[in-house]
């Protein structure tokens, strides 16, 4: 039987999460560019670091992680608005010219994902005191459909049977009275 070495499963982690090295080295690029920059033209400093946070770095996480499905654009216009507020720190407030214009963008991807994150919570508060299903089932399909990981599915679970037993107890509570 063969042994797998060191190097074959570093391999195998690059071959699959290739995404890493190459966006620390994009942003390790810019950051060290606008370190040794004159601000000479600054809006297409700018311009270029504001492309490669919001649309390039996102852009390759996409391309990295395509066959995981939906979940993915998600966390793409999660790294978009995450670039477009790192460029906002990373200039300073009198070179920005180009920012002031697409501060929106943040602020409607922030809104997106927030709506989103409001559904599932909505679908799993329902499925808790809807149904019949136990707590360990409600977190398997919500694992399932969501694609958590094993200690987050165990989280949801003890979430929802604690959920699960205040409600009781509140009912239990009113119907006394």
């Given at each position: 039987?063969?042994?797998?070495?060191?190097?074959?499963?570093?391999?195998?982690?690059?071959?699959?999460?290739?995404?890493?090295?190459?966006?620390?080295?994009?942003?390790?690029?810019?950051?060290?560019?606008?370190?040794?920059?004159?601000?000479?033209?600054?809006?297409?400093?700018?311009?270029?670091?504001?492309?490669?946070?919001?649309?390039?770095?996102?852009?390759?996480?996409?391309?990295?992680?395509?066959?995981?499905?939906?979940?993915?654009?998600?966390?793409?216009?999660?790294?978009?608005?995450?670039?477009?507020?790192?460029?906002?720190?990373?200039?300073?407030?009198?070179?920005?010219?180009?920012?002031?214009?697409?501060?929106?963008?943040r602020t409607m991807a922030?809104?997106?994902?927030?709506?989103?994150?409001?559904?599932?919570?909505?679908?799993?508060?329902?499925?808790?005191?809807?149904?019949?299903?136990?707590?360990?089932?409600?977190?398997?399909?919500?694992?399932?459909?969501?694609?958590?990981?094993?200690?987050?599915?165990?989280?949801?679970?003890?979430?929802?049977?604690?959920?699960?037993?205040?409600?009781?107890?509140?009912?239990?509570?009113?119907?006394?009275?």
């Amino acid at each position: 039987m063969a042994q797998i070495s060191g190097d074959h499963i570093a391999y195998r982690w690059f071959r699959s999460n290739w995404f890493y090295p190459l966006a620390i080295a994009v942003v390790l690029g810019d950051v060290t560019a606008l370190h040794f920059q004159d601000w000479s033209q600054p809006r297409l400093l700018e311009g270029a670091l504001l492309f490669d946070f919001a649309v390039v770095v996102p852009l390759l996480y996409l391309w990295c992680y395509r066959a995981r499905g939906a979940a993915v654009l998600l966390r793409m216009v999660g790294l978009a608005s995450l670039g477009i507020w790192a460029t906002s720190h990373l200039i300073p407030a009198e070179h920005q010219h180009i920012l002031g214009s697409v501060g929106w963008l943040r602020t409607m991807a922030i809104t997106v994902l927030a709506v989103i994150e409001i559904k599932i919570l909505f679908s799993f508060y329902k499925a808790i005191f809807a149904s019949d299903k136990t707590p360990e089932e409600i977190a398997g399909k919500l694992s399932q459909d969501i694609k958590l990981p094993p200690w987050v599915t165990r989280l949801v679970a003890i979430e929802a049977r604690l959920l699960r037993r205040l409600s009781d107890f509140a009912r239990g509570l009113f119907r006394r009275r």
